[in-house]
């Protein structure tokens, strides 16, 4: 079975701060995804990437940065972290191109106060 | 770019009755669908796909989901749901080429009702 495993399931942080949120996936998967859900807006999209050292911005960028130095490690960062950034965070990833089916990880609850 | 509707935020139902989940979609290019399905305190897993050949497609637990493209929906259905069924349900969408991500609805929650 696919495994992502994101680092923290529950992470309490203070305005302002620098978080790093993990990702791991074990598949050898090329895209790599991560999202934000919020309660009545779904799931929406922050940054993807491809592959290494690739990224793309998604629909809900700012305010937030990625890494992916590795294969399968896929890291988000919150510069500086703002009460409005308090959310459940998805990582998800992909075989490429031929890939059509997404694995999430289990999610990563972030409050920020 | 590709988008998705659900219609319905919340669906209470009684166990043992059917229930429709409605999902529609847009996008200019060919695509392909996906209902997920995530229960509490966990991620989202995938629950069926529609990529292409027979527009009805079902799932292990008994939903089942049909591709309308005259209709751009993907509705999804069970004939008899479980009080293990409470869960929220995302429909999603990407066009079904290119290193394109996932587009998806603002969920539905299945209550069901002893």
């Known amino acids: 079975d696919v495994k992502v495993t994101q680092s923290s399931r529950y992470l309490v942080k203070r305005t302002g701060e620098k978080v790093f949120l993990e990702c791991v996936q074990d598949m050898d998967h090329e895209n790599m995804f991560w999202y934000r859900q919020d309660p009545g807006l779904g799931l929406r999209l922050i940054y993807f990437s491809y592959d290494v050292k690739m990224k793309e911005k998604g629909d809900i960028p700012e305010g937030y940065s990625v890494s992916r130095e590795k294969k399968e490690r896929f890291s988000l960062i919150l510069e500086s972290a703002s009460t409005n950034q308090t959310s459940m965070y998805l990582c998800?990833?992909?075989?490429?191109?031929?890939?059509?089916?997404?694995?999430f990880g289990e999610g990563s609850w972030l409050t920020v106060v | 770019a590709q988008s998705v509707t659900q219609l319905d935020s919340q669906v209470p139902v009684f166990e043992e009755a059917p229930v429709e989940l409605r999902c529609n979609y847009s996008s200019s290019v060919s695509v392909y669908l996906f209902w997920y399905v995530q229960y509490p305190n966990q991620g989202l897993q995938l629950l069926l796909k529609y990529l292409s050949g027979s527009t009805l497609v079902k799932s292990i637990n008994g939903f089942e989901a049909e591709f309308n493209k005259s209709q751009t929906s993907f509705h999804l259905r069970k004939p008899s749901v479980h009080i293990s069924d409470t869960a929220e349900y995302f429909c999603?969408?990407?066009?079904?080429?290119?290193?394109?991500?996932?587009?998806f609805g603002k969920g539905t929650r299945l209550s069901v009702i002893a």
């Open positions: 999603a969408v990407r066009a079904n080429s290119g290193n394109t991500p996932l587009v």
């Open positions: 998800a990833s992909r075989v490429g191109l031929s890939g059509n089916t997404i694995y």
